[in-house]
């Protein structure tokens, strides 16, 4: 058999001519332009970096672990992880409360969801650190009479650092109630027949069938929008939240070495952010267990194939 | 076992009516298969058996207890979810695409249900769970998950996940049409089994051999009614009804 290309004969072979049976190793030479480049780049922004004279790196290392940015850091992870762990429990709510079948509770869902995520962050944050403006005293009064039940001043209850950690949540669980609800209806409509009909019931469903089928689907946007919380504390710097960028504020406020400390708080946020990133992707790859395997970062696989490590597929089963 | 009982049952989406009003009584340990066309409204009749799908009018008993409803004040008024998944549990049903949990294996399949309801101790649950699969044939796969088995072996596991709950009666829901021929058998087999053990069972199928071989009754269903309900050598050799004649007639030409 031939085959045509233009008007030469791809593949012809002379009669009686032996042909091998073993397959070249494809090699990737394109890759190896990829890579140069990609690191010709990476050696000019950072020499242009370590040259600029405006920069001290001295004091960039000297305030990298520095015990009031390390204090800052600690603040930033726990705001982060407490505002991911309660926008988690709000969007589950929500997205149910989105795909009810009573109609007040959907439209009360699609109207938080709506509000929250329209409404910039930044602004949002503004809010509740400003709360006492407009709310200035919490109290329960007895309807119809003047009689207090108890009052406190919202300053009181609402300290900057609750305040960060309800901006954040309210705000992130809108975008967590999304992803609930595209990853619930991503489970196919006869798993919820099977688990009904072996009689589990409503809650017992969710719990086991649908949530675990789910996460497969909900994990990769759920670690994107914990990587965004966790970007997104040092908007409480506004309202006085103690975290990373506000403690790098304060120092550079003291010693005006700004780019330097911001490119302290940068380097911990990159090396946060990867922390994150490997646990997402490493609990995608257990949540897939069973499911279509997830494919994501490349994989040390991938290089050595581009260097002609002899890394074979595996043979296909039963040939 | 338990007998079934279907009293007038009426169903419609929309503006399609898919059943028309349908009586059947099943006795107990008795097998009956439903045969007839695509859109005949079988499947529909056997969801409305377990609740999965309630009917618009009539009712249906299994074990002379009303699915999903009760009587107050002269009418039939649905009851709670919790309430009709606990008659459920005693109802086995077996779907044509098998729907095993894909997260979990084999053995945690068949364990997840009466784990999560508590109905007894994980280690003998598991005893059981074993026992169920060597019975289905599949002891050596306990620990294997869905997509890594076929759909005959599937469709065995979901056998096995009805059987967990120890029911008294069986619905069968095309069970082996999403089948290659040569694992259609093994399916059957398996089946065979259990009626041999005396299990009430209602089959949905188009498999007539089956149906001739193992059924005590046949039913046959078409445009939402029962049009023929007669011992398997009646409906095979003497057809009454001329549905019945024109059935026979064109799954013979086709097979």
């Known amino acids: ?38 690191v010709a780049c990476l050696v000019l922004v950072g020499l242009s970096l370590a040259r600029n004279p405006r920069v001290s790196w001295g004091t960039v290392g000297h305030y990298l672990f520095d015990p009031y940015i390390l204090e800052g850091l600690r603040r930033t992870a726990v705001l982060a992880i407490l505002a991911t762990v309660l926008a988690v429990i709000i969007g589950l709510v929500f997205g149910f409360v989105r795909l009810s079948r009573n109609p007040v509770l959907r439209a009360v869902g699609a109207a938080y969801v709506w509000v929250f995520r329209s409404v910039p962050t930044l602004i949002q944050v503004l809010f509740w650190g400003n709360m006492a403006l407009f709310v200035p005293t919490i109290s329960l009064t007895v309807p119809g009479s003047d009689s207090r039940l108890f009052s406190v001043p919202m300053n009181d209850v609402l300290t900057p650092w609750l305040a960060s950690v309800a901006a954040l949540a ?122 279509t395997a997830v494919r994501t970062a490349p994989r040390w696989r991938d290089w050595r194939a581009a260097l002609g490590r002899g890394v074979t597929d595996p043979p296909e089963e039963g040939s | ?181 040569h694992l259609t058998g093994e399916v059957l087999e398996t089946m065979r089994d259990l009626a041999k053990g005396g299990m009430t069972m209602i089959v949905v199928t188009h498999e007539l051999s089956f149906a001739r071989e193992v059924a005590d009754r046949v039913v046959l269903m078409s445009d939402g009614r029962i049009v023929e309900d007669a011992r398997p050598d009646e409906f095979f050799t003497n057809p009454r009804s001329p549905q019945a004649r024109q059935f026979l007639r064109r799954e013979v030409t086709s097979a």
Not at chain 1, 173 to 189: C, D, H, M, W
Not at chain 2, 84 to 109: C, D, K, W, Y
Request: glycine content about 10%.
């Open chain 2, 1 to 181: 076992m338990s007998s079934c009982r279907i009293v007038n049952v009426r169903k419609h989406f929309g503006s399609l009516t898919v059943l028309k009003g349908v009586h059947l009584d099943v006795a107990s340990g008795e097998l009956v298969c439903l045969l007839g066309p695509s859109g005949g409204g079988k499947s529909t009749l056997l969801r409305c058996i377990n609740g999965l799908t309630m009917p618009d009018a009539g009712y249906v008993t299994v074990g002379g207890e009303i699915i999903g409803r009760k009587v107050a004040k002269g009418r039939l008024h649905d009851l709670k979810d919790h309430v009709v998944s606990r008659q459920r549990r005693r109802i086995g049903m077996v779907f044509q695409s098998f729907n095993l949990f894909p997260h979990l294996t084999a053995i945690e399949n068949l364990m997840l249900t009466p784990v999560t309801l508590k109905l007894g101790d994980t280690e003998l649950l598991r005893a059981r769970a074993e026992q169920l699969l060597d019975r289905v044939g599949l002891s050596d796969r306990p620990d294997f998950y869905p997509n890594e088995l076929s759909g005959g072996q599937q469709q065995r596991i979901a056998i096995a996940r009805a059987l967990m709950m120890e029911p008294t009666l069986m619905l069968f829901d095309e069970p082996t049409s999403a089948l290659d021929p």
């Open chain 1, 1 to 38: 058999m031939t085959v045509s290309e233009g008007n030469r004969r791809v593949g012809r072979v002379d009669d009686g001519a032996a042909i091998p049976e073993t397959v070249a190793v494809k090699k990737h030479p394109g890759w190896w332009v990829a890579a140069a480049l990609v």
């Open chain 1, 170 to 291: 309210v705000a992130n669980g809108a975008y967590f109630a999304e992803i609930v609800r595209a990853g619930v209806l991503s489970v196919n409509e006869n798993y919820h027949l099977a688990a009904s009909a072996l009689g589990l019931n409503w809650v017992q469903r969710q719990r086991k069938i649908v949530i675990p089928i789910s996460l497969r689907v909900m994990l990769p946007p759920g670690g994107n929008q914990f990587i965004t919380i966790l970007k997104e504390t040092t908007l409480v710097s506004v309202i006085g939240g103690a975290e990373i960028l506000n403690h790098a504020q304060t120092i550079y406020g003291n010693n005006f070495r700004v780019v330097e400390l911001l490119m302290v708080a940068a380097i911990w946020f990159l090396a946060v952010t990867s922390i994150a990133y490997l646990l997402q992707s490493w609990l995608e790859r257990r949540v897939g267990r069973g499911q």
